[in-house]
């Protein structure tokens, strides 16, 4: 049982550059979230996913964001036009499903830097 | 919209010693309150969690304190040791939808 799986673990980028963020969620989970941590902040909720559908993403701005998770594969992060600000620690966790007290397990992240 | 309120920002502690992180609540339906474990460079693992129904939880060094009227909940950490110093995150969730506290670095001391 590998866990989440994210890639790349770091990631630098220069200003107008796209950033793709790739996460494999652990063996059985169907449901795939992305947070944001900022140094020395919080996890800031950016989108929730299942196969193939968004279910909610409120957190995600509006624009140069966008997030999948395909029938097959990983599900993707990806910004687009990159900017200082984007410069972050991108977390990807994942759970069985809606019922119960679901465990959200998390994977290392992926650090972007952006030039 | 901050849901969850969580303090100190950060703390220290003399090993041994007691360490207590707070949060406060805002949304009524979060039935479900974890706190997570976050060492640097790693991403956060579930520590402890307790539901509402519930006053306390307790697993070897770590207690939950859940007042349900107050909207709060705190973790106390006991014989707090070096090893436990790390960033601690709060949450609630409801259904899908978990919130996370802005997270308290904790530094125990030798």
């Known amino acids: 049982n590998a866990g989440v799986m994210q890639n790349p673990r770091h990631l630098v980028r220069r200003r107008g550059q796209e950033a793709r963020l790739r996460c494999s969620p652990m063996k059985g989970h169907s449901h795939v979230y992305w947070y944001r941590q900022l140094p020395e902040e919080g996890l800031k909720f950016m989108v929730y996913l299942q196969k193939e559908n968004i279910i909610d993403e409120s957190g995600m701005p509006k624009e140069r964001f966008s997030a999948e998770f395909p029938k097959e594969g990983p599900s993707i992060l990806r910004i687009q036009q990159v900017v200082r600000g984007d410069s972050a620690a991108y977390f990807c966790?994942?759970?069985?499903?809606?019922?119960?007290?679901?465990?959200?397990?998390f994977g290392a992240g992926s650090r972007l830097t952006v030039l | 919209q901050q849901q969850v309120k969580q303090s100190p920002q950060s703390l220290i502690v003399q090993k041994g010693g007691i360490s207590i992180i707070n949060c406060a609540y805002e949304?009524?339906?979060?039935?479900?309150f974890p706190w997570y474990q976050q060492f640097p460079g790693k991403g956060p693992a579930l520590l402890i969690a307790i539901r509402p129904d519930v006053s306390e939880k307790k697993e070897g060094r770590f207690t939950i304190s859940f007042n349900k009227s107050a909207k709060q909940f705190s973790l106390h950490i006991m014989d707090s040791q070096p090893g436990d110093s790390a960033t601690y995150f709060c949450a609630a969730r409801y259904r899908d939808d978990m919130r996370f506290g802005a997270g308290t670095r904790l530094t125990v001391k030798p």
């Open positions: 949304n009524t339906a979060f039935d479900y």
């Open positions: 966790a994942s759970s069985r499903g809606r019922s119960g007290a679901n465990v959200l397990t």
